[in-house]
């Protein structure tokens, strides 16, 4: 086990601490509907539109995709293009090509019964899209494995309790240890008192160590390192990509073309549109954050309909998966 959640389990009773967490998360917790289910499923997806969104956006998005696609089969049996235009507006499209593709795999493989087995992490990191928290959240909200999740929530409440000043940035590192922990900290319970104890008092900025009822077991609070953890190194500021559109509009029908399935807005509807070695004299339409780097678009109305695109009748642009920010400037140009 790794050195600080070792030196935290030999300085504090690992039952008591976990009866204390789970006393309050029955008291106090956060009923959220959709940890209910111990369906594989529902899990799988929930995870993956959690991922990166903030739970406000993500409820209405987890609403709509069950409603379009209630089990796994009707998963594996859409098109790329019908997920996506449920997926649409959320951002991060990778996860949505993954969904559908991981989908067919399970179908075609005979589903979920491989959770059973002791390879199930494992075969679960092997499908596109499954990484290592999601994995863990799978086998754990379904009560098939002994797992702790570690988000990034969880990192700095751990950091915390252990004292341990790995750079958040290690996560692996984190779960790692979360993963020698004894049984009683690896349940789906505690899991899901461990990410509320994140959200409700062990805040970012400023812990609310005197509500908290881990207190008493938290090492960093009593070392006085709270608020300093988990270790934090200095963001670089975002790279920025400079790209050209085509936009070619008439009464009746814009331009589109589908990009390719992989790289920046995969399979998504686009303008046509090409990469720009250094940024143009006059000013972006629009700007656009990716984790990685910032894209800024330039727009130029051309009078003939670029060749590798189609015409997409304006009435139509809804079925149409478009990313947000080109969604939003064909909105500003709407004929009607
Ligand atoms: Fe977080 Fe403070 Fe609770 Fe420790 S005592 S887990 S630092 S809120």
Redesign the pocket.
């Known amino acids: 086990m790794g050195s600080a959640a070792s030196a935290w389990l030999s300085r504090y009773s690992a039952n008591e601490a976990a009866q204390s967490l789970l006393l309050w998360y029955r008291r106090q917790g956060r009923r959220l509907p959709w940890r209910e289910t111990r369906d594989p499923y529902r899990i799988w997806v929930i995870e993956t539109l959690l991922q990166q969104t903030r739970i406000l956006q993500a409820q209405t998005y987890i609403q709509r995709f069950f409603e379009a696609f209630p089990d796994l089969e009707t998963l594996a049996n859409a098109s790329l293009n019908q997920v996506l235009a449920v997926w649409q507006g959320l951002g991060y499209y990778q996860r949505a090509y993954h969904l559908h593709q991981t989908a067919q795999k399970l179908y075609q493989g005979g589903g979920w019964s491989f959770l059973d087995s002791p390879q199930a992490l494992e075969n679960l990191l092997a499908l596109p899209g499954i990484g290592s928290y999601t994995a863990r959240a799978i086998l754990c909200f379904t009560e098939k494995g002994k797992y702790l999740p570690v988000d990034g929530n969880l990192v700095r409440?751990l950091a915390?309790?252990w004292k341990d000043t790995t750079p958040a940035t290690q996560r692996s590192a984190y779960q790692a240890q979360a993963d020698t922990l004894p049984d009683i900290w690896k349940t789906r319970e505690v899991a899901f008192a461990l990410m509320d104890?994140g959200q409700l008092?062990?805040l970012p900025q400023r812990?609310?160590?005197l509500l908290?009822p881990?207190?008493r077991f938290?090492w960093?609070?009593e070392a006085g390192l709270?608020s300093q953890l988990p270790i934090r190194k200095q963001k670089a500021p975002r790279p920025v990509q400079y790209w050209h559109f085509w936009l070619h509009a008439d009464g009746k029908h814009v331009w589109l073309e589908q990009r390719p399935p992989r790289g920046i807005w995969g399979s998504l509807w686009c303008l046509p549109a090409h990469p720009l070695p250094k940024p143009p004299k006059n000013k972006p339409a629009f700007k656009h954050a990716f984790t990685h780097f910032e894209l800024w678009g330039y727009v130029e109305r051309v009078a003939e309909p670029p060749s590798s695109a189609q015409p997409v009748p304006w009435t139509r642009l809804c079925e149409f998966a478009l990313p947000t920010p080109i969604k939003r400037l064909l909105h500003s140009q709407l004929p009607f």
């Open positions: 409440v915390r309790l104890l008092h062990c812990p609310e160590c908290c881990m207190q938290c960093g609070a709270a």
